[in-house]
Every structure is written in structure tokens, then in C-alpha cells.
């Protein structure tokens, strides 16, 4: 048993060292995530009851058959004609078959199969809709992931300048070249400077942590493949707004499933309409009844005597039910399917509202966003051309510490706003290229 234990231990800890150790793609990520995410699979559950639910209402249109049988077991006495009391017990035994086949239900059970078939289609809608909510969630933790590793970069090199710049100064300082308070100045940038790091290195740590746990899996952090970062494709932005939401109108899980709740509530109506109609049914029966009676005889009452009655019949029924008053339950069934139906009809609209003001956000993000990395850019080219004319500057003594600083402070901010407008700039691309119909990953 401990053996046996010991493997199973050892065999978990190798799953999760190899999870560990594995370097994830963008997307490995995102069909782990459909694979193995909890709510898919209770989704895909759903769907299976939708199954059963398509299967019984087929079964419907087929006749049923039911068998039944019984032994019973009388015993007592009665008054004889010569006025005494004689034993009267019987035994009896019934076996009866039925068979019915519903000839006509105001096409109650057509509908509610078609409401069926609608219902199956209801639940793929659904997963579809889940699985885009999924694979989103994930395109912008590992995102985030990227984002945190490359600003943890920039801290890294920030840091080997400031080491570099407080050698420098301790040997300029000990030359009596440059006062003490150089060399404080740059030794509190170093020490601002591995703060960020600190800052930098945690936040990879939880953007990496936010991933496995959206990937459901039992390890704290997990290491990501780096892709190229392509913001100069934009063929995007080149389409209005009203394309890219005709496009999404047609294609979008969230309408498909507004407008097959709309056509699962026409089937309510008709459904509900259905027991305004006469009933048609044809029913058959096969009984038989064995009876077994023992009894003495009248005249002589300790002669007995056994009797056995062994009855058989058959019968056809053709049953016609009219609905004439029914204290008003059919025509309210009828007036609540009718307001559902509106009902949903309106949370048709609000869908297509919703998503038309999804995307008119979206494409604004997308165009705010073109115009910021254009200016991160330009920023991070004109501060670098500063930072190394300070870098200059202060080398040959020409500047103090706190402009240096103030220039390498400018250069940092500048560097960070580029890479998170790139990020940002990239995923709002990736958001506008999925409504129009781009999956987030290729096959």
C-alpha cells in the first residue's frame, strides 16, 4: 500500500514539475483553457441533457405498451339458502396488457420536438459564447505576462546603468573630481531602481499566476513562449464601424442565442395553443383473470367443492376529448408564452445594442490606442537622444546627478508607456480582427 502510494505521489509531483517546466504557446493556452475549463464541461453536460430531451420527445410519436399484474387472496363466509353459515375464500390472479397511440394532440408533440431540436442549437450557442469569453480571458493574461517580462527587462537594464554610473562616480568622488553628494544621489537611484525591479519581478510573478489559475492548473506560476509583437498590421482600423458589427451580427453566439430563445418561445405558443385542439387516441387491451373458489356445499356442509373461472377479453378503444371550459388555465398558458416571447424579443435587441456598443468602444480603444503607441514612440526616440546627451553631459562633468537622473527617470517612464501601449495597443487590435470574425489564435 505505501508502495503503491509512493508511485502515485511520485507521479503527481512529475506532473506538476513537467507543467512547471513546460514553456506554453499562446495556443496550448487557450485549448487547455476549452479543454479542461470546469464550466465548459458542466456546459457540455447541459448539452447532453439537451440530447436526452430530443430523444424523448421523438419517442413521443411511438405508441407506449404497459404490462400489469396482480394475485389477490379473499377469505371469509356468507348465509347459505338453508340459513347456514358456509366458508366463502377465493384466490384470483389478473394479468392485462395496454398499448395506446396518440392519433392527434393539435400537433402538441410536433412542436415540442422542434422545440427540442432548438434547444440543442440553444446549448452549442451557449458553449460557443463561453468558449469566446474563455479564449479572451486568456489572450490577456498571457498578454500580461509578456507585458510584466518586458518591463521587468527595462528595470534589469536600468539598474546595470545605475550600477555602472555608481562606479564611475566612486571613482571620480575618490579622485576629488565630483563632491559626496554625486555619489548619494546616483546611490539612491540604484536603490530606487532595484525597488522597481522588486516591483517589476512581482508583478510577472502574479500576471503568471493569473494565467494557471484561468488555466485551472496546480502550480503557482508557469513560463510562456514569447511572440513577435506585429502593431504594424492595422488592416483592422481600415474597415467602419458598422462593417466590422454587420459582420459580428452574423456570426456572434450571443445573437445566435438570442434568436433561438425567440424560436424556442414560437414553439412555446404553439405548444400552449396545442390544448385548444381535440384529442384523438386509440387504445388497446388484452385482460385475463384467473379466480379459484373453494366453498362448501349448502346441503351438505362438510362436502366441498372447488370452482375455477379463467376469463379472457380483448378490447379497442378510439378516445376523443374535446376541451369545452377549462376555468381559463389554457388561455392563460397561452397569454404568458406570448409575453416571454416579447420578452425575449427585447433581449434580441439589447443584444444587438449591447454588441453595436461594444464594438463603437472597441474601435475607439483601437484608434486612441494607434495614436498612443505613435506617441510612446516618438517619446521613447526623443528620450533616449536626451538621456545619452546627459549620459555625456554628466561624464564630462557638465551636469549634476539630479539632472542625470531626471533624464534617466524621463527615459524609463518613457520606455514602460511604450511597451504598455503596445500591449494594450495589440489586444484592442486583437478584440476589433475577433468581432470581425479573426479567431484569437490561428489552427
Known sequence: MRITLSIIAISLLSNVGAQENKVWTLKECVDYALENNISVK???????????????????????LNASASQ?????????????????????NNFSI???????????NVHTLKQAKIGLDIEDAAIAKMKNDISLNVVNAYLQILFAKEQLKVAESQIAISQSEVKRVEELVSAGVLPQGDLLNIESTLATDNQNLIVAQNTLVISSLNLAQLLQLEVMSIEVQDISIDVGNQTILGNNVNTIYNKANETFPEIKLAELNIMSAEKSIKIA???????????FGMNTAYQHRQSTVDITPFLFSDQLNDNFGQSIVLSLNIPIFNRYQFRSNVNKSKVSYQKIQYNLESERLRLRETIQTAYTDALASSKSYDAATTSVTAQTKAFDYAQERFSAGAINSFDFNQSKNNLVNAESQLIQSKYDFMFKLKVLEFYFGVPFVAE
Open 42 to 64: 458542466q456546459s457540455l453536460l447541459d448539452k447532453d441533457i439537451a440530447v436526452e430531451d430530443v430523444k424523448v420527445a421523438k419517442w413521443n410519436f411511438a405508441p407506449n
Open 72 to 92: 389477490s387472496y379473499n377469505f371469509g363466509s356468507s348465509i347459505g339458502v338453508s340459513g347456514a353459515r358456509i366458508p366463502a375464500d377465493f384466490r384470483s
Open 98 to 108: 395496454n398499448s395506446s397511440v396518440n392519433l392527434f394532440d393539435g400537433f402538441a
Open 273 to 283: 395553443r396545442a390544448s385548444f385542439y381535440p384529442s384523438l387516441v386509440l387504445s
